[in-house]
């Protein structure tokens, strides 16, 4: 009889728990391809998600995992079933293949656990494409 009433004890405060209102946020996707892009284009892209749990999303912080890449988070709560979008800016003036991560802090999370969302991308020199005539330019200091 005492083992049955722990049990029941267990299994009542396991789902007084489960239903404690709580934040989830939910992405379209979590990485964001860029493709092969020429470098100094535009590197602003958004991310969109909706919190999907049952109580109000609060941002507290976002970053980059480097200063080449800025990203631009809500101020204000996410109602449950609301959708909004974190902006996130890349240096294009950088060459090369990037693969960085944004950490999201919020409430959907313990504080020292944030969610990861992901840019890569490769960047081209402006010269990479097919040169055009005359679009050259003299650095010699002469005037031609």
Same mark, same amino acid.
């Given at each position: 009889?005492?083992? =049955? *009433? +722990? ?7 396991? #789902? ?7 934040? $989830? ?42 200063? =080449? *890449? +800025? ?7 996410? #109602? ?7 902006? $996130? ?56």
């Amino acid at each position: 009889m005492i083992v =049955c *009433t +722990v049990l029941l004890s267990a299994g009542l405060f396991a #789902q007084k728990t489960s239903e404690e209102p709580k934040p $989830v946020m939910t992405f379209e996707t979590e990485t964001i391809d860029y493709g092969t892009i020429i470098q100094d284009s535009d590197g602003a892209r958004e991310f969109k998600f909706t919190n999907t749990g049952n109580a109000p999303l609060i941002i507290n912080n976002c970053q980059g995992t480097c200063g =080449c *890449t +800025v990203p631009n988070c809500p101020k204000n709560p996410i #109602q449950p079933g609301e959708s909004a979008t974190i902006g $996130v800016k890349y240096a294009t003036n950088r060459l090369g293949q990037f693969n960085k991560g944004i950490k999201i802090y919020s409430n959907a999370t313990p504080a020292d656990q944030p969610i990861m969302i992901y840019i890569k991308g490769n960047v081209l020199p402006k010269d990479a494409g097919v040169k055009q005539e005359g679009t050259k330019e003299d650095h010699t200091g002469h005037n031609h």
